[in-house]
Structures are given as C-alpha cells and as structure tokens.
C-alpha cells in the first residue's frame, strides 16, 4: 500500500527566505504526485501535480516540486515567502487501483516578518 | 463558474443522532469524492462516485456510514448513530477527469461536524 510521509508538521519561515516543505512516498509504481493548499476554513486547492514528463514540476504562486524518483521525494518550495502563503500544505499520491489520493497529514506554514 | 458547495458548512449533534451532510458538485464534473479530515490527521478517504458506476465504497469507516449520489448530481453523506469520534471536517470533491486520467479534484470547503 501507498503511503505519504510530510516531515515537520510545522515550519516557520521569515517573509522572503526560502520555502522549503518535504514530502516522502512509498510506492511499488509509478506515482501522481500533489501538492494542496488549505486556507482557514477553506477546502483544498491543487499547487501543482506531477504525472509524467518533465520531472520539475511548476505550480501556482510560485511554488515548484521536482519529482525524484531516487530519493522518493516530491518537496515542494518556493524561492521567497509571503505573508500569504501562510496556510497548510498536503502532500498527496495517486498509484491507481481505485481512484483516490492517499494524503499526507499536511505541514502547517507559518511565515514571520 | 461555481464551484463545489456543501451544506451546512457547520453542524452540531448529538451523540447517536443521525446527520446528513450534502455536496453539490461543479455540474458536468462526473466524478465526486468524499475524504475526512480530522484533527492532525491527513484527508482519509471515504467514498468515490463515477458516473453511473457501482460506488467505491472501501473507505468507509463503518456501516454506519453511507452515500448516495441521485442523478449523478447531488451527493449525501449519511452518518448514523454518531459518535463522537465522528467529529471531523468532512470534504467533498469533484473531477471531471478520473485520476488516472490526470484530473484534478475541486474541493469544497467542507462541512464541519461536532458530536457531543
């Protein structure tokens, strides 16, 4: 079975430093691989989504991943944070057999003036 | 155009009273999810709906748990005899384009459910 590891419920960034959230997966096939965002009280909204091709993937708000199939990581970041992108991050996995997403339990991202 | 809507954004009950939680799809999209969300826990999985087809069923926690989609629109969640374990923010979504296909899920933004 597939699984979905985010390392660091919590991160903390100060505005415009480096964005950087991680997300491991286990999969004995190839994998979709997604990044949503969650605003308070609000549902989820896709980042960016790797299914095949290019292994840099390029998202909304600036936000990038690179699908590393060594390492079985798909971290998503973004090269300087804002105020705005304070919100939860889900990292999620798609390996077929039934159509549905296996999640992450989310990072939660803070940023600091 | 809008997007996917569900009601009531909040509800309370009691224990072992039974709730009915509605999504409203984006129309055409004839896919439509429902997921879990509970405190620091990820989203889990509960049912899936495509087209006419036969529900995913798999995620369903208990036979206390049910959906129905009628007119491959409208969707409700059905939680009997709550418990308060129960509590959760309960999100639906909706796709176009299955998974496999490269689609892309549109959240609602969930229903959240308080079990006393």
């Known amino acids: 079975a597939q699984s979905v590891t985010q390392l660091g419920s919590h991160v903390s960034v100060s505005e415009g430093a480096l964005v950087l959230l991680r997300c491991n997966y286990s999969s004995s096939v190839p994998p979709y691989l997604f990044w949503y965002v969650q605003y308070p009280n609000q549902g989820l909204q896709l980042l960016l989504k790797?299914?095949?091709?290019?292994?840099l993937v390029k998202g909304i708000n600036g936000f990038e991943a690179e699908f590393k199939k060594s390492e079985t990581s798909f971290h998503l970041t973004k090269p300087s944070a804002h105020m705005s992108d304070a919100a939860e991050y889900f990292c999620a996995v798609y390996t077929g057999g039934g159509n549905k997403l296996t999640f992450g339990t989310g990072t939660q991202l803070k940023v600091e003036l | 155009g809008a997007g996917v809507s569900q009601s009531p954004s909040n509800k309370v009950t009691e224990k072992g009273k039974d709730v009915e939680l509605r999504c409203d799809p984006i129309s055409g999209h004839t896919a439509l999810y429902w997921y879990r969300q509970s405190l620091g826990q990820g989203l889990e999985f509960l049912i899936y709906?495509?087209?006419?087809?036969?529900?995913?069923k798999s995620g369903l926690p208990s036979d206390r748990f049910s959906a129905e989609r009628t007119g491959g629109s409208v969707s409700t969640l059905t939680i009997q005899r709550t418990q308060q374990e129960d509590s959760a923010v309960y999100l639906c979504a909706s796709s176009l384009v299955s998974i496999a296909g490269g689609g892309e899920q549109y959240f609602g933004p969930g229903t959240r459910l308080t079990v006393t």
């Open positions: 790797y299914t095949t091709g290019a292994t």
């Open positions: 709906f495509q087209g006419n087809s036969a529900p995913d």
